[in-house]
Antibody
Framework: EVQLVQSGAEVKKPGESLKISCKGS????????IAWVRQMPGKGLEWMGI????????RYSPSFQGQVTISADKSINTAYLQWSSLKASDTAMYYC????????????WGQGTLVTVSS | DIVMTQSPDSLAVSLGERATINCKSS????????????LAWYQQKPGQPPKLLIS???TRESGVPDRFSGSGSGTDFTLTISSLQAEDVAVYYC??????????FGPGTKVDIK
């Protein structure tokens, strides 16, 4: 069974750094892309970027380029999304999802990680 | 930037009746080399992650009830729920995955029971 298990909810202050994770199981982690998707409170879905854990090839949506860093550790089947300096506007639910190819849809989703940034 | 729009923003349908959601992209997502539309539909129930219903505009995922169907090509697409069930109450999103690296979602359509 394909599973993507994300790290738990985080509460941070503006200016702090953060790294959240997404662990894949039940499939060949290095053979599929992992996408990150943001959902701000009460809002829709925003595709942030993808990474291919096999070789760490990473692509960012222009809207998120320079704002976040996507990485992966294939030795532990885990992808990451990180911020160096959080802002209140980063408050959102963040989902990881398996993307079949570089130019395809996502098929399986993680449960989401709620990030709250507040002073 | 490619822009995805959906209509209506919300709709309420009686149980057993048809629900129709429209999605329009600002540019064609039909790839002529393989004649595939790079368009997916997702369902998101409250408090849950999205779930893939349909890919390539009309290919229903395994396990998705056959009351869900997708149609359309180029810039105009439709998700149809042929006979609405109580468990179909959700927000539905379309997504284009043609224009990399920005795979835009539509704003969502909320479906409720009338």
């Amino acid at each position: 069974e394909v599973q993507l298990v994300q790290s738990g909810a985080e509460v941070k202050k503006p200016g702090e750094s953060l790294k959240i994770s997404c662990k894949g199981s039940g499939y060949s982690f290095t053979s599929y892309w992992i996408a990150w998707v943001r959902q701000m409170p009460g809002k829709g879905l925003e595709w942030m970027g993808i990474i291919y854990p096999g070789d760490s090839d990473t692509r960012y949506s222009p809207s998120f380029q320079g704002q976040v860093t996507i990485s992966a550790d294939k030795s532990i089947n885990t992808a990451y999304l990180q911020w160096s300096s959080l802002k209140a506007s980063d408050t959102a639910m963040y989902y990881c999802a398996r993307q079949i190819g570089r130019v395809t849809h996502v098929d399986y989703w993680g449960q989401g990680t709620l990030v709250t940034v507040s002073s | 930037d490619i822009v995805m729009t959906q209509s209506p923003d919300s709709l309420a349908v009686s149980l057993g009746e048809r629900a129709t959601i429209n999605c329009k992209s600002s540019q064609s997502v039909l790839y002529s080399s393989n004649n595939k539309n790079y368009l997916a539909w997702y369902q998101q129930k409250p408090g849950q992650p999205p779930k893939l219903l349909i890919s390539w505009a009309s290919t229903r995922e395994s396990g998705v009830p056959d009351r869900f169907s997708g149609s359309g090509s180029g810039t105009d697409f439709t998700l149809t729920i042929s006979s609405l069930q109580a468990e179909d109450v959700a927000v539905y999103y379309c997504q284009q995955y043609y224009f990399t690296p920005q795979f835009t979602f539509g704003p969502g359509t909320k479906v409720d029971i009338k």
